[in-house]
T-cell receptor, first 109, second 117 residues
Framework: GQNIDQPTEMTATEGAIVQINCTYQ??????LFWYQQHAGEAPTFLSY??LDGLEEKGRFSSFLSRSKGYSYLLLKELQMKDSASYLC??????????WGAGTKLIIKP | TAGITQAPTSQILAAGRSMTLRCTQD?????MYWYRQDLGLGLRLIHY???????GKGEVPDGYSVSRANTDDFPLTLASAVPSQTSVYFC????????????????FGPGTRLTVL
């Protein structure tokens, strides 16, 4: 079956760095997405990886290892506004997104 | 640009009643999707449409129907609501994903919070 695993909740300190891991099993693979979702709001696109390696976009970076079925989202210089859920999603052979349950990130001052 | 709009924002519905959740996008995307989001679970695909006039079933289609008469609108209908359909419903759209490095990320509407009693 198809499955995405990510931690339910993480806590970090303002100004620090946090890494959110995601492992996936899908029928075929056509890319890995990270979305941010603030409470009560819609998910918004953060990053995309289709090749192995690191993609950097400002304070956020995302890494992919296709052989390991593994990705992580790295958030640097954490700000209070980064408190949100982070959703990992893998695109399968039918180009449909398979979503993880999300990681709730709590930032403490 | 509005992007994707959904209506209503929230609704309380009696079990057994029917309801249509509306979704409209102004980005001229070919593909549209309906998801439900429940606590502790990932977004689950209900139905999708890759182009006007065609629809497909997702992971959890039972109890729901959709239509795609034109590019912009993708309504979701609950014919006879049950309490297990209490959820937050998100509509999304994208260009049709294909091969290569083109991302074609999905854009989401603000959601409809539905409670079935």
């Amino acid at each position: 079956g198809q499955n995405i695993d990510q931690p339910t909740e993480m806590t970090a300190t303002e100004g620090a760095i946090v890494q959110i891991n995601c492992t996936y099993q899908t029928s075929g693979f056509n890319g890995l997405f990270w979305y941010q979702q603030h409470a009560g709001e819609a998910p918004t696109f953060l990053s995309y990886n289709v090749l192995d390696g690191l993609e950097e976009k400002g304070r956020f970076s995302s890494f992919l290892s296709r052989s390991k079925g593994y990705s992580y989202l790295l958030l640097k210089e954490l700000q209070m506004k980064d408190s949100a859920s982070y959703l990992c999603a893998a695109r399968d052979s039918n180009y449909q997104l398979i979503w993880g349950a999300g990681t709730k990130l709590i930032i403490k001052p | 640009t509005a992007g994707i709009t959904q209506a209503p924002t929230s609704q309380i519905l009696a079990a057994g009643r029917s309801m249509t959740l509306r979704c409209t996008q102004d980005m001229r995307h070919n593909a549209m999707y309906w998801y439900r989001q429940d606590l502790g679970l990932g977004l689950r695909l209900i139905h999708y449409s890759n182009t006007a006039g065609t629809t497909g079933k997702g992971e959890v289609p039972d109890g729901y129907s959709v239509s795609r008469a034109n590019t912009d609108d993708f309504p979701l209908t609950l014919a006879s609501a049950v309490p297990s359909q209490t959820s937050v419903y998100f509509c999304a759209s994208s260009e049709i994903p294909g091969g290569g490095a083109i991302i074609h990320e999905q854009f989401f509407g603000p959601g409809t919070r539905l409670t079935v009693l």
